[in-house]
């Protein structure tokens, strides 16, 4: 479990948290499966001069989706 999840709790609030994530656990795979189809690819055309800021935004877009499904993943520290 991310240690995102539990910054800033007391000992028992940590506990309450985690029995509450892992109590919907089937929730958080239900959005992993939805994010992970959510990845995009991008095949550069050099022909155009903004290949490179497009390039740039899909690789901060699927940035932003790894983060998601690793905070998300319970498995995982």
């Given at each position: 479990?991310?240690?995102?999840?539990?910054?800033?709790?007391?000992?028992?609030?940590?506990?309450?948290?985690?029995?509450?994530?892992?109590?919907?656990?089937?929730?958080?795979?239900?959005?992993?499966?939805v994010l992970?189809?959510?990845?995009?690819?991008?095949?550069?055309?050099?022909?155009?001069?903004?290949?490179?800021y497009?390039?740039?935004d899909v690789?901060?877009?699927?940035?932003?989706?790894?983060?998601?499904?690793?905070l998300?993943?319970?498995?995982?520290?």
């Open positions: 479990m991310h240690t995102a999840w539990l910054k800033g709790l007391s000992k028992d609030q940590k506990e309450k948290r985690k029995q509450f994530l892992l109590a919907n656990q089937e929730v958080l795979d239900l959005l992993a499966e992970e189809g959510d990845f995009q690819e991008y095949e550069p055309d050099y022909q155009n001069p903004s290949w490179a497009e390039q740039a690789n901060g877009h699927n940035r932003a989706i790894r983060r998601v499904l690793n998300i993943s319970l498995t995982k520290d």
